[in-house]
């Protein structure tokens, strides 16, 4: 497999997704801006999805791929279908068990998940209505991370990746035809999420069916649990919940904390997470995805040198790339905040404290993305545990961190405490990898930075410089004026980094690989 042919798709569909992602954000600030009922609808939104990641993309997709890549590698293709089948039954039952629970113990949930709406009944009673019209996407995004899964171990990368475009256009549709029309135009966007899941389900379907893998849920879950490989699945996945559950847990944290900070905290944070997201999509899940299947495989075929090299060209693609976005998003934060959002209700005060998160996000751009790309080396082993004492350490420290940066910087204070968390949690993956023999690094590396932080360095400046030419915020400034210089600028600073990469030697062939 051409891991750099196959980056390129995967990162061109997650491009699609994160475009059509950024419109639906650019519509929501305009529709909506930052108040309480948004923040209503942040939390909704939240609790679902962190279950999704907990259960179902995170811990699941960790346990369920390396076990999946070795029944494929190994036992052939019934055995695989068989073992489809038991942990697609599985998870179907208790993904129904679960939004069941969920719907009806939902007011619980808001309320120990953001103590700060408690004082407004309007604003929790409207969290707790459409967190239950969308507490049925868990169940659907448990599907759709089997699906992906399965696929990816296929190397069908294409459909997976261009999944979430469809809830991103649920979005779009819901805000601009629906929203206007309703008595509260925000509960537009919950029913939109439930559509985009029925979307997502549905055009997995013909891909399972083309690789014969479309799984057969039996009326008895009893049959998928006696199945050795579904226990071995659900005792990886025990650490696995542990080591997402440390991340997600913080995020809780960090959303009761901003829903104490005043109304529109909460939605601001989202405003900035959702620009963080753009590049840790693009590289860290797009590389993270490629990279599972493949380590996987090294291991079972017992090839160390190939998992050690593939984990070294993973982190060579990362900083080559992620170092200069971390650069962007932190020099260019009022630009791209008040060229993306600020219309309609999203104003310049929204403008100034978003930015302020992005450029706290931006300090650990590197981390958030590294992580995604060491993670794999352990769950690929299908080493669940090291990751999950690294992950408690970090949300620990984290939450201290919170004391320190969130009196200072309010709501920048949680995403720089995200961010240097982040930063922690690489470092001892990396540290844990190297230790042990598993990863070692190939020579050349202090070159290879050397040259980069020569390139980034005359990035910042043109960036820093070309930033301040232009009144980004100002209230006679046009969208259409904003978006030409923010591509201007954008353009000078991709010109300035890559043309000093190619001055000091870089060549970008360097970085085609071929997966054994």
């Not at 991340?247 to 601001?268: D, E, P, Y």
């Not at 693609?317 to 959002?341: D, E, M, Q, R, Y």
């Not at 104003?347 to 790309?373: C, H, N, R, W």
Request: hydrophobic share 55%; glycine share 8%.
């Amino acid at each position: 497999m051409n891991l750099h042919k196959t980056l390129a798709t995967v990162s061109g569909m997650t491009m699609v997704s994160r475009v059509t992602g950024l419109i639906r954000e650019i519509l929501y600030a305009r529709a909506f801006g930052a108040d309480g009922y948004t923040d209503a609808f942040a939390i909704a939104f939240r609790i679902p999805n962190l279950l999704r990641r907990l259960f179902a993309e995170g811990a699941f997709s960790q346990a369920f791929v390396p076990i999946l890549g070795e029944y494929k590698n190994q036992k052939g293709e019934a055995a695989t279908k068989q073992l489809v089948d038991h942990v697609a039954t599985v998870l179907t039952w208790a993904m129904l068990f679960t939004c069941i629970v969920g719907i009806l113990a939902t007011p619980v949930l808001v309320y120990f998940i953001a103590t700060g709406l408690k004082d407004n009944k309007e604003v929790f009673d409207a969290s707790v209505f459409m967190t239950r019209i969308m507490f049925p996407y868990i169940g659907f995004m448990s599907f759709v991370a089997l699906a992906g899964g399965i696929l990816n171990t296929w190397h069908e990368f294409k459909i997976p990746a261009f999944t979430s475009v469809l809830l991103n256009l649920a979005f779009i549709v819901a805000s601009l035809f629906v929203a206007p029309y309703m008595q509260h135009p925000i509960y537009a966007m919950a029913f939109a999420v439930l559509v985009g899941g029925v979307l997502q389900v549905a055009i997995q379907v013909p891909a399972l069916l083309k690789v014969g893998m479309l799984p057969r849920i039996a009326l008895n879950p009893m049959v998928g649990l006696r199945d050795l490989g579904v226990q071995r699945v659900l005792k990886k996945m025990g650490p696995a919940v542990f080591a997402v559950s440390a991340a997600q847990l913080s995020l809780l944290i960090n959303t009761n904390i901003a829903s104490r900070l005043g109304h529109g905290s909460v939605s601001l944070l989202t405003y900035g997470d959702r620009l963080m997201e753009f590049p840790t999509a693009l590289l860290g899940v797009a590389l993270g995805t490629i990279l599972l299947p493949s380590l996987s495989k090294a291991n079972a075929d017992k090839d160390h040198g190939e998992y050690s090299s593939l984990l070294d060209w993973g982190l060579r693609l990362t900083f080559l790339l992620a170092l200069p976005s971390a650069v962007g998003l932190a020099t260019l934060s009022v630009p791209l905040t008040a060229t993306l959002f600020q219309h309609g209700k999203f104003d310049a005060a929204s403008v100034a404290v978003t930015s302020q998160v992005l450029i706290a996000y931006g300090v650990g751009l590197i981390g958030l993305i590294v992580v995604k790309i060491l993670a794999p080396g352990f769950y690929a082993k299908q080493d669940i545990r090291t990751p999950v004492k690294i992950a408690v350490g970090v949300l620990i420290a984290t939450q201290l961190m919170n004391y320190l940066f969130v009196p200072v910087f309010a709501v920048a204070g949680l995403a720089l405490s995200i961010s240097v968390g982040a930063c922690l949690n690489a470092g001892f993956l990396l540290w844990s990898l190297m230790r042990r023999g598993i990863y070692k690094p190939e020579s050349g590396w202090i070159r290879y930075f050397m040259r980069l932080l020569g390139a980034l360095f005359l990035m910042a400046a043109v960036a820093l410089w070309c930033g301040q030419q232009f009144d980004w915020t100002g209230p006679h400034t046009s969208s259409l004026a904003r978006i030409a210089a923010l591509c201007a600028v954008l353009a000078a600073c991709g010109i300035t980094y890559f043309g000093a990469l190619l001055a000091m030697g870089f060549r970008f062939s360097d970085f085609k690989r071929i997966a054994r």
